[in-house]
């Protein structure tokens, strides 16, 4: 099973700031990660997909990059709706999907 | 506009089968895509728990795998989840959604709590 670990667990930055997530996965999965967003009491939404793809309607602050075994999310310049919880996700042939641990993004 | 909807008991009793429907709007389950299940402990991150493909072929986790059926019924746009033999662990919000390989839609999510 591919084990992806985020870090940091938490994030406590302003508004504005630059905020930098990292997800390491235990094997190689090439290009095949995902970044979700949840809000409190919501479901998941998807933000990046194949590592640096953003997903329909989500604004051009949010930035994936790696491949292999590290990943990077960025959001360049923190708005007030961006202060969550980010996972990052993969899907290996075979093994199925698994998702990290989540990085909380918390308004400092 | 594509719309999942999780249904089913809110509460089980442990050792007992939980089961729960996902119905689809917008969009016809036998059109394509994976559908999926996946679970959130209180306070805890997400757990992938399993997929159908729109022709019926399943794949599963494989820590949950001994004790899960998901099933689709393509005539109501639905499909189904069953986890049997469940402990105060399997306590979670429930949620279904579609992916290929990355959930691009999903239901809102309903509470399963598992208590006697």
């Known amino acids: 099973e591919i084990v992806l670990t985020q870090s940091p667990a938490t994030l406590s930055l302003s508004p504005g700031e630059r905020a930098t997530l990292s997800c390491r996965a235990s094997q190689s999965v090439s290009s095949y990660l995902a970044w979700y967003q949840q809000k409190p009491g919501q479901a998941p939404r998807l933000l990046i997909y194949d590592a640096s793809n953003r997903a329909t309607g989500i604004p051009a602050r949010f930035s994936g990059s790696g491949s292999g075994t590290d990943f990077t999310l960025t959001i360049s310049s923190l708005e007030p709706e961006d202060f969550a919880v980010y996972y990052c996700q993969q899907r290996s042939n075979g093994e199925g999907l698994t998702f990290g641990g989540g990085t909380k993004v918390e308004i400092k | 506009q594509v719309q999942l909807q999780e249904s089913g008991p809110g509460l089980v009793k442990p050792s007992e089968t939980l089961s729960l429907t996902c119905t689809v709007s917008?969009?016809?389950?036998?059109?394509?895509?994976?559908w999926g299940w996946i679970r959130q402990p209180p306070g805890k991150g997400l757990e992938w728990i399993g997929s159908i493909y729109h022709s019926g072929s399943t794949y599963y986790n494989p820590s949950l795998k001994s004790r899960v059926t998901i099933s689709v019924d393509t005539s109501k746009n639905q499909f189904s989840l069953k986890l049997s033999s469940v402990t105060a662990a399997d306590t979670a919000v429930y949620y279904c959604?579609?992916?290929?390989?990355?959930?691009?839609?999903w239901g809102k999510g309903t509470t399963v709590t598992v208590s006697s």
């Open positions: 959604a579609r992916h290929y390989y990355y959930m691009d839609v």
């Open positions: 917008g969009y016809s389950i036998s059109s394509g895509y994976y």
